[in-house]
């Protein structure tokens, strides 16, 4: 039995937690509170539980102080549910950054249909979350980029011989910034679907902006570019694809329904990258649940890229990474030391 206890300073959200998880059998609301200093009470009474959903503005402590608190006493997995207000969407990026496991977009109305609709996918992340490794991390520090990024720069870089896409879902903010981090000058470009709530996917591409010290970060817009030193993250509400214009290769976003329950896709990315790049292409999965990704990382292989799996030990969830793995669709599986190495030496 998974405890779960809910964090919210709104009694209609954890009213609405109570009636969703009340018919789950495999899962048990232990406790909820209105902010994190009356959980640490409720904890006298019922213990820690196995997965918090955690709100980020709240009265008395904010979210990300409860959660360098609480994985400071024992790393325990973290949801994070916020609204799509701007400070909300930094933080809770800071919060993934972290460790936190998922983040849930919650509406400021409509909630009783929002938690009809979202119920599954909810309860899928919070079983995910109950199995998930923690690699917690207090120590968020934002490096000043060596080279500012600039549209200047951007105009003048080259076209990229190569193109990485790399897809991730549970777990991957935190994979993705570490690969960020220590990618040299002048690497490939890279393409990158995340799953990640509509309205986050933003920030997420601001925050790996202001930490890279060798890359231009951005949320990818319909016909960017793929150039040298360049990263550009999917929106978090629609498909990236990757089509040929020329001597270049641009981005195309596309507004159709999910593909394996998301949007974006990785396997729409991975498919448009088997297409369209071909040889040219290396193909990256990460930590992940689920097997979106997989079946279009082996068109990739087919076509003559070369592709890569983050190895179950740094994974926070080895999912789709596993799923791809069963394929037969990988040619490696690799830590992410080993992901940067590659990128580094195309």
């Known amino acids: 039995m998974i405890k779960l206890m809910v964090i919210d300073d709104s009694a209609v959200v954890r009213n609405a937690f109570k009636n969703m998880f009340a018919k789950v059998s495999d899962i048990t609301l232990i406790a909820t509170a209105q ?6 009470n409720e904890f006298k009474r019922v213990g820690l539980p196995d997965v918090f959903i955690l709100d ?7 979210g990300l102080t409860f959660l360098k608190q609480i994985n400071e006493q024992r790393p325990t997995p973290v949801i994070m549910c916020s609204t799509l207000v701007s400070e909300g969407s930094h933080a809770a990026i800071e919060a993934l950054s972290m460790g936190a496991v998922g983040l849930m977009h919650k509406p400021t109305g409509a909630l009783s249909k929002y938690f009809n609709t979202y119920a599954d996918e909810f309860i899928n992340l919070v079983r995910t979350a109950s199995q998930s490794k923690i690699n917690f991390n207090s120590n968020i520090s934002f490096k ?24 991730a879902s549970t777990g991957g903010v935190q994979a993705i910034e570490k690969i960020v981090l220590n990618l040299k000058d002048n690497h490939p470009a890279v393409v990158i679907t995340q799953h ?5 996917s933003a920030s997420f591409a601001n925050r790996l902006n202001l930490i890279a010290p060798h890359s231009e970060v951005k949320e990818a817009e319909d016909g960017d570019v793929l ?8 929106p978090g509400h629609l498909h990236m694809e990757v089509k040929k214009e020329g001597l270049s ?28 790049v071909g040889a040219r292409g290396v193909g990256i999965i990460l930590t992940g649940m689920g097997d979106d990704g997989a079946s279009r990382l082996k068109e990739m292989r087919r076509h003559g890229a070369k592709t890569y799996a983050q190895d179950e030990k740094t994974c926070m969830v080895y999912g789709m990474p596993r799923a791809a793995v069963a394929l037969d669709a990988v040619d490696e599986s690799l ?11 195309i």
């Open 227 to 234: 150039l040298s030193g360049r990263i550009l993250i999917a």
């Open 249 to 276: 290769v641009v981005t195309k976003l596309k507004d159709y329904p999910k593909v394996n329950s998301h949007k974006p896709s990785v396997n729409v990315l991975f498919a448009s990258m088997a297409k369209e």
């Open 35 to 40: 902010n994190p200093v009356d959980a640490f």
């Open 56 to 62: 980020i503005e709240m009265p008395k402590m904010d």
């Open 196 to 200: 990640i709530p509509q309205g986050f």
């Open 144 to 167: 000043k980029k060596k080279v500012q990024a600039t549209p200047t720069r951007s105009i003048s870089a080259k076209a990229s011989k190569k193109i990485v896409a790399i897809g």
């Open 335 to 345: 830590s992410l030391e080993g992901i940067v190495d590659v990128i580094n030496k």
